[in-house]
Nanobody, 129 residues
Framework: QVQLVESGGGSVQSEGSLRLSCAAS????????MGWFRQAPGKGREGVAG???????SYADSVKGRFTISQGNAKNTMYLQMDSLKPEDTATYYC???????????????????????WGQGTQVTVSS
């Protein structure tokens, strides 16, 4: 199990920006997949972005061109830069990790939240119009 702690959430107006951070208990370059998920009230948990140990990224269609996932220079951090935020981006955002390799793309069509093995506690993002 990897321990994960998110930070950086908050309230922002529409078209604003936020950067979320995820601190991991191990070197994230050794983790098969790291991902960001979000869950709005009354809705299921949905994948937002993923990054593998080689730095290959994948995104949900709803955030492509607006969100950027990256590994930090500190090697145990991951970020989600969120630009051009919309009210529909309001949710609790979770950092997730999977260490067991099985060849899937980190946020591909065969991946859902159950596929990830470790989770952070979540950080709230609220976007007002």
């Amino acid at each position: 199990q990897v321990q994960l702690v998110e930070s950086g959430g908050g309230s922002v107006q529409s078209e604003g920006s936020l950067r979320l951070s995820c601190a991991a208990s191990i070197n994230t370059n050794s983790v098969y997949c790291m991902g960001w998920f979000r869950q709005a009230p009354g809705k299921g948990r949905e994948g937002v972005a993923g990054i593998d140990a080689d730095g290959i990224t994948s995104y949900a269609d709803s955030v492509k061109g607006r969100f950027t996932i990256s590994q930090g220079n500190a090697k145990n951090t991951m970020y989600l830069q969120m630009d051009s935020l919309k009210p529909e981006d309001t949710a609790t955002y979770y950092c997730a990790a999977r260490t067991t390799y099985d060849g899937r793309v980190c946020l591909g069509p065969r991946v859902d939240s159950a596929w990830y093995q470790s989770w952070g506690q979540g950080t709230q993002v609220t976007v007002s119009s």
